[in-house]
């Protein structure tokens, strides 16, 4: 097998290695310096490295790129990057080089080499021509056309490995320093919806994949009713996380843009809902009930970001509750407002109550298991489900002209349970005129 940068160049003498800190974030300091050094004018020569993204900025029509690396999507255009200049080399998936971070370059002035390898805490550094060029000899290796091997020399002859002279090692050297091992490297701030539309985007793609395969398995004739039967709760299953994943992400947008509220036909919502939550429930041994007035007059809301909430909730209280408990939904006028209360009742709360009484020490296990993930989202550690924090669906319910409460049952047990209510107003037409 060939071998690695890193091998070749180590024992050098020509090279430095650096153990102050971790091998990749000097390595990062060091390509900070020499995007800092060639900030006066564009870049002109050679560069080797592992990414195309390496001095991206940087990089210009006088800058030829070779990219050694096993990712198929450094073969994309990056969107800046001159692809004219650019030759990309593929490297096999064993291919030890894969494990090393390179930035070789080579410009008129300047002859320099950073490197970071996984088998080591540190990293290489040198501006002498004798190790530059020992790795470009184990780049060429991996370079199997003809043609790019003759470009390769080409180039090479215009640009060869040499000493700087004293002003840019001198000028590189006062860079190098002020990249003190003490300096932070600066990281941009992330904020927790930044983090919650990456999340939701990740989840919400191999879901929808998987749930069309799974859609078009159950088309096939040849699928027995044992078979279908599995594939529609797995259906069931994709459709309950990607409608959760799209409530998350609808939050996330909230401040962007405003919700357009119209009249709502509640009723109507409800009845498609209703038989659906009593199903998700029943595959959890939950029951579910919903008590409805015979007509409820239209409310202002939104229909679609109003459903989303609904099945949120549920689909919330559905999973934090043992098999055997039950879930009450009633719909009840309340002045200018209607109003949604669910009422959640462990598994046998009386036999619970006295249970704890007897047995104090067992009161934790019966609470709610529900942890807080920041400040959007809660966590049921048990299953590793995900959904909204009750403060922002309080905020989503707001921006929808309504209001949520929530409240434990009056008793005098820690937890027998939650009282949700949703106050959402009814539809004027001169409202939205």
Known sequence: MSATIYEVLLDSEFVEELHQTSAREFWYRFVAVIWQFSAREPL??????????VLLDRQSEDLHTWVFTTSDSSLLHTGTLPIAHTQVIKLSKDDPLKSEWLCLLLTESLSVIALASDRSQSCLISMHPQPIQQAIAVLKQRITNSEQLALLESQLKQFPPKLPPYQVMSRFGALLLAQSVNQELPIPEIQEVDIIKAITHEVRTPLTTIRTLVRS????????????????????????QIERFNLIFEAAELAAYPIPLEATFIQELLETQISRWQEQASRRQ??????????IPAILSNAKLLQQVLNGLVDRLIRSFPPGSQIQ???????????????????????????????????????P??????????????????????????????????????????????????????????YHAEELS
């Open 217 to 240: 398995l159950m088309r096939r004739k040849d699928a027995t009713a044992d078979i279908k039967r599995r594939l529609e709760q797995i259906n069931a299953e994709c459709t309950e």
């Open 44 to 53: 002109k020569g050679l560069l080797f490295t592992h990414s195309p993204y």
């Open 329 to 367: 939904m009633y719909v009840t006028v309340a002045g200018e407002h209607l109003k949604f209360q669910f009422l959640s009742l462990p598994e046998h709360a009386e036999n619970r109550k006295s249970v704890r009484q007897n047995s104090p020490l067992l009161s934790p296990l019966l609470s």
């Open 369 to 426: 298991l529900l942890k807080a993930v920041g400040q959007w989202l809660m966590l049921q550690p048990e299953t590793g489900t995900l959904s909204l924090s009750l403060p922002i669906t309080k905020t989503i319910l707001q921006a929808l002209g309504g209001k949520l409460t929530v409240k434990l049952h009056p008793t005098s047990a820690s937890y027998d349970g939650e009282i949700l209510t949703i106050f959402l107003p009814f």
């Open 286 to 295: 939950v029951k579910f009930e919903a008590n409805l007035p015979t007509y």
